[in-house]
């Protein structure tokens, strides 16, 4: 997540141990990761443990709504206040991105997306009466060197990667 320079590092690098999914529960697999949160480390259990530390780190047993208060709402506030933001998600097909970011439909299982416009509207919704509010946002998947804009009409075209040496 990008901060604004009022922090003293502008980008935060988060893990999270991604809950077993109904089956990998019925084939018997166990999580070899152990998030101690604590600390910001994340430890892989096997032949050697490995140790790494993030700025932040969830075990697989933390809610949609506490891995949005930790890693989106601070960029979100910023946001209103009228810096950039952005929110990341990145790691290997199956690692838990879009539960992530999209979540359920239930309340309790809603993702950073969802999250985030729901902060934005009640903002503008406890301030519209002095200010007014513009509200853009991009939602891109980049996968196998391929770029999509999610919020396209037609999200399954690929867009162009253009590279520019002015800046």
Known sequence: RIMP???KESIKVVFRVRPLNSKEQQQGRQI???AHEK????EIQGDATKRFTFDAVFSDQSTQRQIYDVCAAPVVQSVLEG???TVFAYGQTGAGKTHTMEGQNEPSSKGIIPN???HIYDHIALNSTKDRYLVRASYYEIYN???RDL????????????ESSGS
């Open 151 to 162: 919020l396209s009409q037609t999200p399954q075209r690929s867009l162009d990667l253009k």
């Open 116 to 118: 985030t416009f729901e």
């Open 32 to 34: 070899a990761t152990v």
């Open 39 to 42: 600390e910001g480390v994340i």
């Open 83 to 85: 810096y950039n933001g």
């Open 5 to 7: 320079n009022n922090n």
């Open 145 to 147: 060197e391929e770029i």
